[in-house]
């Protein structure tokens, strides 16, 4: 596929800095390699840009982690075993979904759950070994760096390891802190040992803070263009967005305050020009590096560094994808992807119909995404996917049907039977089409007894034809403006101010219709006359941010995480709000303590 030289450009300290230095994966000090690079590495300026962004690409690659973490507890998505043909996995899916995290050895938290530990500290061993090299350096040995630029390599690592401290205290709120190389400092007992919740808060806090008095605005009017995948100030200030929107859920005190706060210097454009897009679809598409309301992400290039949306990994099928595995089994044709193979679906979207006939909606408040997109007339988002040209596209789902290609072909199952995808979980089989379950023994609805006709899809991001230069091209957008709106407004609806909460959630909302009427706006502007109250908010949040990474959060921050949901009993009590640790890290260190309602090891 032909590549652009900007987009190049912009991925090419990713490439180097990840073929340039073989950090270890599994030791958390990274010591063995620390007389390596400080002698030896670090000849001239290039050497130090490709250190300092080496973490960079470590984190880009953890969202196939990250957003699955976040996502596969929550409602909005399943992952059923398709007739015989996987993810089964041992129940590993089904435990996701239904909150099961209590065998610590298991494949789901050793391997998924707890993992994420090992995964975070890996990425901040990296920044933290970069920065003592960096800070121990002769800079007059390079003449070619100025004292400024020194000062912004110093703080790219800062917000980077500071956004992974975030992510460890959203998902198990004791964590280590860890801020050095030195082998002799981390093996101290107080190292070696959690930190009260509290004090990472602060610590990440204060971090951010002076990161964003000395990270660089954002300059000009035409997106993050050749800088996408740096920290910017206005990115330090939206992972203190999140920080402050999520304290009264973790820590049990409000900060929404704090939160408009952050909000309003990053949309009162202190920190440069962000602007929402005009179209729903801008900030995910092929050319989201120039997208004004894109604040921070990853830039991804197909051949090249695309962990978001690659769907091989040499000859063989990856785990290290997200939006790859969210495509129907052989729907290649359709898309003009044939080049790229078929697909193997993890992420369906949770069924809104039982398996009855005639088949019945389901009464949950939460799941059944395909309703709440129903629920106002004209979604543009709500459409089928379909590639309108080599780099434009219309809908964000595969809806319920037959998917036929350009020549009249349908997709086919690999059982053999045509593809009709249903907004359903069954063995429906050959009866798809008339909604009828062919094989008895999967007539109920589980994530055990699915088939290939289960389930619908969102498709985020676009997946253009293969031919033409587009195919895999679009960054994975990490944080943006819409965002930031949508937590100004949960701070002030939070704080009683509802309809400055709907002016703002309309401000963006009205680019999601066709026509955005009275009947659809919120109350608080645009003459609207519908309600917000908590299950408005956690659906409006959903259709918003679907398959973004949120919904674990929102559901825990709205107090509804423990609910019941399809195939998912309500939970007995809340500890599954944080996750375990898993057996191999508690067996590592001896001095790390189980989280509350987990077991520890003998």
Same mark, same amino acid.
């Given at each position: ?434 909604? =009828?379950?062919?094989?008895? %023994?999967? &007539? /109920? *609805?589980?994530?055990?007894? $699915? #088939?290939? +006709? ?27 403006? =819409?965002?930031?709106?949508? %937590?100004? &407004? /949960? *701070?002030?609806?939070?704080? $009683? #101010?509802? +309809? ?35 299950? /408005? ?66």
């Amino acid at each position: 596929m032909l590549k652009t030289m900007k987009k190049i450009e912009r991925i090419l300290a990713f490439v180097l800095a990840a073929s340039a230095l073989a950090l270890s994966c599994t030791n958390l000090d990274e010591h063995v390699y620390s007389s390596l690079m400080s002698a030896n590495y670090y000849n001239k300026k290039s050497d130090v840009i490709k250190a300092v962004y080496r973490p960079f690409e470590h984190y880009f690659e953890s969202v196939q982690r990250y957003v699955p973490m976040q996502e596969l507890p929550a409602d909005v998505f399943m992952t059923p075993q398709m007739d015989s043909y996987g993810w089964w996995d041992g129940g590993r899916w089904s435990d996701w979904h239904r909150h099961n995290f209590q065998d610590i050895s298991g494949d789901l938290v050793e391997n998924y759950v707890g993992n994420y530990w090992v995964n975070q500290y890996q990425g901040i061993a990296q920044c933290n070994l970069v920065l003592d090299d960096i800070r121990r350096l002769d800079h007059d040995k390079f003449p070619d760096i100025s004292e400024a630029e020194w000062v912004v390599f110093d703080t790219q690592l800062r917000a980077a390891r500071a956004y992974a401290y975030y992510r460890l205290l959203n998902f198990y709120r004791n964590c280590q802190l860890i801020t050095s190389s030195s082998t002799e400092e981390n093996e101290k007992p107080e190292r070696k040992k959690q930190v009260p919740p509290e004090e990472l808060y602060k610590f990440i806090e204060d971090e951010l803070f002076d990161c964003i008095d000395l990270l660089p605005a954002k300059q000009g009017s035409a997106g993050p263009g050749l800088h996408q995948g740096e920290f910017t100030k206005a990115a330090a200030a939206t992972i203190l967005v999140r920080l402050y929107l999520n304290t009264e859920a973790w820590l049990g005190y409000p900060a929404y305050d704090k939160c408009i706060a952050m909000c309003d210097r990053i949309l009162n454009g202190e920190f440069g020009y962000y602007a929402l897009a005009e179209n729903w679809w801008e900030p995910f598409d092929w050319n989201n590096e120039t997208c004004n309301e894109v604040i921070f992400g990853y830039p991804g290039s197909f051949g090249t560094t695309s962990w978001h949306m690659q769907n091989k990994e040499g000859d063989k099928k990856t785990y290290r994808t997200i939006y790859g595995r969210g495509l129907p089994y052989n729907s290649q044709s359709y898309l003009e992807i044939e080049e790229d193979g078929d697909r193997n679906p993890r992420w369906h979207l949770s069924p809104s119909y039982d398996n009855s006939s005639p088949r019945r909606l389901y009464s949950y408040k939460l799941g059944c995404p395909t309703q709440k997109f129903l629920k106002y007339p004209g979604d543009l988002r709500y459409k089928q996917y379909k590639n309108t040209s080599k780099n434009t596209r219309e809908g964000m789902f595969f809806l319920e049907g037959y998917i036929i290609d350009a020549k009249g072909n349908k997709a086919k199952a690999q059982a053999g039977y045509d593809l009709y995808l249903l907004d359903q979980c069954g063995g429906f089989l050959t009866g798809a089409p008339t909604g =009828t379950i062919t094989d008895a %023994a999967r &007539a /109920e *609805s589980t994530l055990f007894n $699915g #088939d290939m +006709n289960s389930g619908l899809y969102c498709v985020k991001y676009p997946f253009y034809p293969y031919s033409g230069g587009y195919y895999m091209e679009p960054d994975y957008t990490d944080m943006r403006l =819409t965002e930031v709106v949508y %937590a100004k &407004a /949960e *701070s002030l609806y939070r704080m $009683g #101010d509802k +309809n400055g909460a709907g002016a703002l959630l309309n401000s963006v909302r009205k680019r999601n219709y066709e026509n955005f009427t009275s009947s659809i706006a919120y109350v608080g502007s645009d003459g609207g006359t519908v309600t917000l109250d908590d299950q /408005e908010f956690l659906d409006e949040r959903m259709r918003e941010f679907i398959f973004e990474g949120h919904r674990r959060d929102d559901l825990i921050r709205f107090d509804r995480f423990e609910e019941a949901w399809w195939d998912k009993p309500a939970d007995p009590d809340k500890h599954n709000r944080i996750y375990p640790l898993c057996k191999s890290v508690l067996e590592l260190n001896p001095s790390l303590v189980q989280n509350p309602g987990y077991p520890g090891i003998k």
